[in-house]
């Protein structure tokens, strides 16, 4: 994340989590400019954060970003909202002057917040934690802050794009980022938090088309298992540090390069699976009936529970389309399981013995022969080990 000229960041224990783990990390633009985009959860419950920096985003300007794992801090009400307001006029007055001089108003510094729900963060510690952050900002400080997002999580979630395409940050300009998720992955985003990072030179409203674009066809096509979490975060800053002003497509294609790595890790990590599962869906008749019948697909949990035992059940997939209201005709569908087409017009075909499924890489490929029109939905199996996982956490 740091990858990106103009952006210093940290990751501490601030004594959020009972563990002692790292659970607060900060970012900070220093600049010279500080233009922001946001997208956020479509759920109609919304935590304190998600209200506070959908209002900071409209500015477009954000300084600095503070994060903190081990408490949602949603439907806490307003004293939550007022925690959330607190922890950044906190930060903007730890901030403000340093480095270059640079006053920080708190309606220019974004919160996020991931744990569970309904219950208050324990504000005397996680801002004595803003003020360690602020003391051990670094260029150097995107690991310890992509770590100390985490919740579920198995492992920190990064990634660098160089600007026009490439995979590093060898270029003129770049797009770095961070993310936490592994589980209530579903469209609307995820129970994430993403902060994206570019050095690129860019106003508001072309960061904004760049990440609407980058998410819509990334983290909205992730659904692990249907849930949508209260907390969902994604932000792009830009610093201008490289002095290179991209155009508005490429800008886009960096940034939408950057959200599918990271969307392609929150699925791997996703809790309890076993299986990444890409369901394509082509032969649509619109784009909308793609999704629709991907989605759709991506959670039958028929479907997941058939591919995490192994088993290339072609009659659970083709019954889940049948419940869409995407058109084609019966007859004509065709399913194929990762290269092997056991469906053919609606009728078994090849012999489903011959579909491998022992690796971790699953393809279900649905022609509905209605029309020129596709789209990939992203997955998970589900197995006895989400349900584990679940068992005692809620955003």
């Given at each position: 994340?740091?990858?990106?000229?103009g952006?210093?960041?940290?990751?501490v224990?601030?004594?959020?989590?009972?563990?002692?783990a790292?659970?607060?990390?900060?970012?900070?633009?220093?600049?010279?400019?500080?233009?922001?985009?946001?997208?956020?959860?479509?759920?109609?419950?919304?935590?304190?954060?998600?209200?506070w920096?959908?209002?900071?985003?409209?500015?477009?300007?954000?300084?600095?970003?503070?994060?903190?794992?081990?408490?949602?801090?949603?439907?806490?009400?307003?004293?939550?909202?007022?925690?959330?307001?607190?922890?950044?006029?906190?930060?903007?007055?730890?901030?403000?002057?340093?480095?270059?001089?640079?006053?920080?108003?708190?309606?220019?510094?974004?919160?996020?917040?991931?744990?569970?729900?309904?219950?208050?963060l324990?504000?005397?510690?996680?801002?004595?934690?803003?003020?360690?952050?602020a003391?051990e900002?670094?260029g150097?400080?995107?690991?310890?802050?992509?770590?100390?997002?985490?919740?579920t999580d198995?492992?920190?979630?990064?990634?660098?794009?160089?600007?026009?395409?490439?995979?590093?940050?060898?270029?003129?300009?770049?797009?770095?980022?961070m993310?936490?998720g592994a589980?209530?992955?579903?469209?609307?985003?995820?129970?994430?938090?993403?902060?994206?990072?570019?050095?690129?030179?860019?106003?508001?409203?072309?960061?904004?088309t760049?990440?609407?674009?980058a998410?819509?066809?990334?983290?909205?096509?992730?659904?692990?298992?249907?849930c949508?979490?209260?907390?969902?975060?994604?932000?792009?800053?830009?610093?201008?540090?490289?002095?290179?002003?991209?155009?508005?497509?490429?800008?886009?294609?960096?940034?939408?390069?950057?959200?599918?790595?990271?969307?392609?890790?929150l699925?791997?990590?996703?809790?309890?699976?076993?299986?990444?599962?890409?369901?394509?869906?082509?032969?649509?008749?619109?784009?909308?009936?793609?999704l629709?019948?991907?989605?759709?697909?991506?959670?039958?949990?028929?479907?997941?529970?058939?591919?995490?035992?192994?088993?290339?059940?072609?009659?659970?997939?083709?019954?889940?389309?049948?419940?869409?209201?995407?058109?084609?005709?019966?007859?004509?569908v065709?399913?194929?399981?990762?290269?092997?087409?056991?469906?053919?017009?609606?009728?078994?075909?090849e012999?489903?013995?011959?579909?491998?499924?022992?690796?971790?890489?699953?393809t279900?490929?649905?022609?509905?022969?209605?029309?020129?029109?596709?789209?990939?939905?992203?997955?998970?199996?589900?197995?006895?080990?989400?349900?584990?996982?679940?068992?005692?956490?809620?955003?």
């Open positions: 994340m740091t990858a990106a000229r952006f210093r960041a940290a990751g224990a601030a004594g959020i989590k009972a563990s002692g790292l659970d607060l990390a900060l970012v900070v633009n220093d600049g010279p400019a500080a233009a922001a985009a946001g997208v956020f959860t479509a759920n109609r419950v919304k935590a304190a954060p998600v209200l920096s959908q209002q900071v985003l409209r500015g477009g300007v954000v300084h600095a970003v503070v994060l903190n794992s081990g408490g949602a801090n949603a439907c806490t009400g307003a004293p939550g909202f007022q925690d959330t307001h607190a922890t950044a006029e906190h930060a903007a007055r730890v901030l403000s002057g340093a480095p270059a001089g640079v006053e920080v108003g708190a309606g220019e510094v974004a919160v996020c917040s991931t744990g569970l729900i309904g219950e208050r324990p504000m005397d510690s996680l801002l004595r934690g803003v003020e360690t952050a003391g900002l670094s150097n400080g995107g690991g310890p802050a992509a770590r100390a997002i985490m919740t198995t492992r920190p979630k990064t990634t660098v794009v160089a600007g026009g395409g490439g995979s590093d940050a060898g270029g003129g300009w770049c797009v770095g980022g993310a936490k589980g209530m992955l579903a469209p609307g985003l995820a129970t994430m938090l993403v902060v994206l990072t570019t050095d690129a030179v860019a106003d508001a409203a072309t960061l904004d760049a990440l609407r674009e998410t819509r066809v990334s983290f909205d096509r992730v659904d692990s298992d249907g949508m979490s209260t907390n969902d975060t994604v932000l792009l800053l830009a610093s201008g540090a490289s002095g290179i002003a991209p155009e508005q497509a490429e800008l886009t294609a960096a940034v939408t390069a950057a959200c599918h790595d990271l969307a392609a890790a699925l791997a990590d996703a809790e309890g699976s076993t299986k990444d599962i890409a369901i394509e869906v082509t032969g649509a008749a619109s784009e909308a009936d793609a629709e019948v991907g989605r759709t697909v991506a959670r039958n949990n028929l479907v997941k529970t058939a591919l995490f035992g192994n088993d290339p059940n072609w009659g659970r997939i083709i019954a889940a389309v049948g419940t869409t209201d995407a058109a084609f005709e019966a007859d004509r065709d399913v194929a399981v990762n290269g092997v087409w056991v469906c053919r017009g609606g009728c078994a075909a012999d489903r013995s011959t579909v491998d499924l022992t690796g971790r890489a699953v279900i490929t649905v022609d509905l022969h209605a029309g020129g029109h596709e789209a990939t939905i992203w997955t998970n199996d589900l197995s006895l080990a989400y349900v584990h996982e679940n068992s005692a956490y809620s955003s």
